[in-house]
């Protein structure tokens, strides 16, 4: 992200554009990148000061992470009230802010990176559903039990 310019003003321009996405779910992206930016440039070693690039799939799994943790079991309701309903809308924002110098990108980046990466029941409610468990009943002397 370039220093110099002002996230608020130039997402300001971006809403006015796309009114598809809530703001909020910009300056979520954007706090997942970090997310996402700190887990996996500590497995390329990045040195300290410097950016590490992430691939889509990466910033996805940031995203996962970074919902989870921020809203728990409300994750969906959240990204739904954002306008938020798949990865590929999480590469729309994600592109949005490229296209307005808001996110830097790679000549191999695009938006088909956020194409089918999880469906999101599976990625944000399942952790909260509770687990099934095999109940075995023995006979006994008295009857089942």
């Not at 307005?100 to 980046?109: A, F, H, P, Y």
Request: hydrophobic share 40%; charged share 30%; net charge negative.
């Amino acid at each position: 992200m370039q220093k110099s310019l002002n996230f608020e003003e130039v997402l300001e321009t971006i809403l006015a554009k796309d009114t598809r996405y809530h703001r909020d779910a910009y300056f979520f992206v954007r706090d997942a990148l970090d997310v996402a930016q700190k887990k996996f440039s500590q497995a390329a070693k990045v040195a300290k000061g410097k950016q590490a690039h992430v691939s889509g799939q990466q910033l996805l799994e940031g995203i996962r992470a970074h919902a989870l943790e921020q809203f728990g079991p409300l994750t969906m309701m959240v990204l739904e009230e954002w306008g938020v309903h798949r990865c590929e809308d999480f590469g729309e924002i994600v592109f949005n802010m490229v296209e307005s110098s808001l996110l830097g990108k790679t000549e191999n980046d695009s938006r088909e990176d956020f194409k089918g990466g999880y469906e999101f029941f599976t990625a944000f409610r399942r952790p909260y559903l509770p687990t099934a468990k095999t109940v075995v009943f023995k006979p006994t002397a008295e009857g089942l039990g």
